[in-house]
Nanobody, 124 residues
């Protein structure tokens, strides 16, 4: 059974930092592409960042490029999202996901498994 568990969300002031973690169980998909998406109030789920199975390639949405960093530790089956210089518009529920291949994608439809989400709230 595949399970993804996010943690690290919370309330932070604008300009602050948070680090999200996503622990993954399920050996078969351990080296598959992983990503973070987010969904703000009244909005559709949107792509934030992604990383390839081996960790050598990454991709970021323009809105977070230069502020967020995605990384992974396959030895412990965990992917991270370091978020710096947070803005109120970053407020959302953040979800981690596992893709259907070792590469990564920007569409929600290319991801097989999802976590339950963790709330990030940035106050102005």
């Amino acid at each position: 059974q595949v399970q993804l568990d996010e943690s690290g969300g919370g309330l932070v002031q604008a300009g602050g930092s948070l680090r999200l973690s996503c622990a993954f169980s399920g050996v078969i998909f351990m080296n598959y592409g992983r990503a973070w998406f987010r969904q703000g109030p009244g909005k559709e789920r949107e792509f934030v960042a992604a990383i390839s199975g081996g960790g050598g390639s990454t991709d970021y949405a323009d809105s977070v490029k230069g502020r967020f960093t995605i990384s992974r530790d396959n030895a412990i089956g965990t992917v991270y999202l370091q978020m710096n210089s947070l803005k109120p518009e970053d407020t959302a529920v953040y979800y981690c996901a596992t893709s259907k291949a070792r590469s990564y994608f920007r569409s929600v439809h290319d991801y097989l498994y999802w976590g339950q989400g963790t709330q990030v709230t940035v106050s102005s």
